[in-house]
């Protein structure tokens, strides 16, 4: 079932049940929200650099990207070399688009295929990103992992369906045990401990979520997380990204245990592509302190392009329709602003995303047929040296951006 099909079931059957809404049955249970003025002060496990508010003080996460400088630094010098041989900064940003996202794995193992695959400073991923960031994060070791998880995907091992009244008394339409136990195969205590070993030489892994209590975009520090020690650090992980990927409405959101002033919370927390689909950087960070090449690498697990299709004159439909087409728009605009933000900063931009050519049928949501012809095009697209565009489609050529 698409996204946007169980968008229009929701909606179809609150609209058929809202009679039932006082027959007492009940909803699920959930301990109380982090009080609003105390949001940023809630610290999941006690680790104080665990997250970041995306629309928060930038001053946290540029103090955190001054650390992971301290650590690169001595990591190189472990090494013999000095900071001033650092390689060129890399970034990778990837984003959400669902079972969309064999395009992206396909583009990530053809990438090592052909030899030019860097080491990444930083890595972010959103939804479907999220679960391929970890991967693309430390290198090829992984990418028979990858590639198992998004060429043998099935809808059954991503959720089962839920009744109808789910729509009015449950918390989704689906239940994602099956993407939770799939999760927990790959994201395990080695996985974690790699992580870890990663952020000690100064690299960073961000995965982006929805607080949906505060309404407010969550950057998860997950190096920090593994680094911790912290005996609850891998369920966190995981929680994290199976949050990530949950899709509102569709999918189960995904409740984090906090705990304030000696009183524990929950906070709600759904899909990052609810407010953004990617990110590369915060805007308000002086990425310019990098004192060396600076490339950031887009991958977009979807088509930038309008999807035509003539809409019929029915509520559910007009209305499923007009979700499809916010959330393509919003995949648009994060395209732009990524593009710009990097224009602004004079990093080299690189995009890759599911062009016109790729015409392959799909019969439903997680349709394996679909994802491994997409993972085939992906890694063809990037070994015949097509995936990379220096702009988004539309902008011809650099355009003039504010300097600072």
Known sequence: MSTITMARRCLLVAAAMLGLAGTGCSIPA??????????????????????????????????????????????LRAEGRTPAQAPPAYFLAVSGGGDNGAFGAGIINGWTAIGTR??????????????????????????????????????DKVFRRRGLTAALFDDAMADTGPLAEIIAKYADQKMLDAIAAEYNKGRLLMIGT?????????????????????????????????????????????????????????ELHVDGGAIAQLFLYPPSIDIASLKRERHAYIIRNARLDPDYAMAERRTITIAGRAIATMLAASGVNDVLRTYFVSQRDKVDYNLAYIGRDFDAPKKGEFDQAYMNALYEYGVRQIVEGRAWHKHPPGLASPAAVPTR
């Open 210 to 266: 929805t607080d949906l209590d505060a309404q407010r975009p969550v950057i998860w520090n997950i190096g920090a997380i593994a680094a911790s020690g912290h005996a609850g650090s891998l369920d966190l992980f995981r929680k994290i990204l199976r949050a990530s990927a949950a899709i509102p409405g569709a999918f189960q959101p995904v409740l984090i245990d906090v705990e304030l002033d000696g009183k524990k919370y929950q």
């Open 30 to 75: 959930r301990d109380d929200a982090v009080p609003r003025v105390h949001t940023e002060r809630a610290m999941p496990l006690g680790i104080p650099n665990a997250r970041f508010y995306a629309d928060g003080d930038a001053k946290l996460m540029v103090e955190e990207g001054m650390r992971s400088g301290v650590r690169e630094a001595a990591a």
């Open 118 to 155: 860097p080491t990444f400073k930083m890595v972010t991923g959103v939804s479907t990103g999220a679960l391929i960031a970890p991967f693309a994060f430390l290198g090829s070791d992984y990418d028979g992992q990858l590639r198992e998880v998004y060429t043998t995907m099935t809808p």
